[in-house]
């Protein structure tokens, strides 16, 4: 045990109190942690990223393949093309088709043009140019799909759906993607449009 003097200067009081508890001036540095490690304060700021994404991206097929789905259909994009209706409105217009496999259970299979969309270079993110509800009349193509069919087992279903991409969007992609139950995968299957058809 020390003995403090009562002449003992300041100073050396002082050095003796550090001496005894052990303190230094990294008692007061915010950047030494409770363990005695030292870090940065950018370091308590830094978030962990999660695993990058491993989900590979749809292939891109050319016009005229056939994909054959999971539920044993099939879906073809045949050609791109801007038209103008009988009202002189410019749209651009799928020409499609949908088979139903020979295994299908049902007698009909019931099929919807709203999984068809076009990709153009103004399109971001999830942005995309789908079908129209009502399609309008056309001279130059035939025949325009309904926005809902039936389609027998083992037959197939082709015709135009009509986008709302105008003739300045140069589309670059159509695609296809069932979001509804009747797809649980939700396959995405896009096509490839030559540039001479996205503002022809």
């Known amino acids: 045990m020390f003995t403090l003097s009562p002449g003992l ?7 003796v109190v550090l001496l005894l508890s052990g303190c230094s001036d990294d008692a007061a540095d915010p ?12 370091d ?3 978030t962990t990223t999660g695993a990058e994404s491993t989900t590979p991206l749809p292939t891109t097929r050319q016009l005229g393949e056939s994909v054959t789905l999971s539920n044993g259909n099939s879906v073809t994009a045949h050609e791109y093309r801007v038209v103008s209706d009988t009202s002189d409105h410019t749209s651009g217009a799928i020409d499609i ?5 020979e295994e299908n259970i049902s007698p009909t299979s019931f099929e919807t043009t709203e999984p068809w969309s076009v990709i153009s270079v103004i399109s971001v993110g999830d942005e995309y140019h789908r079908v129209a509800d ?3 009349k ?5 025949p325009v799909l309904e926005p809902e069919a039936h389609i ?9 759906a009509i986008t709302y991409a105008g003739p300045d969007d140069e589309v670059t992609t159509i695609r296809y993607r069932d979001e509804s139950p009747r797809d649980p995968n939700h396959e995405e299957i896009l096509w490839e449009v030559p540039r001479d058809q996205a503002t022809e």
């Open 9 to 15: 200067p300041l100073a050396s009081l002082c050095a």
């Open 31 to 42: 950047t030494v942690g409770t363990s005695g490690s030292t870090h940065s304060p950018t």
């Open 44 to 46: 308590r700021s830094q």
């Open 97 to 101: 088709e949908v088979c139903t496999g």
């Open 134 to 136: 009502v399609p309008w």
């Open 138 to 142: 056309y001279d130059e193509i035939s």
């Open 152 to 160: 027998p087992g083992g037959e197939c279903l082709r015709g135009w």
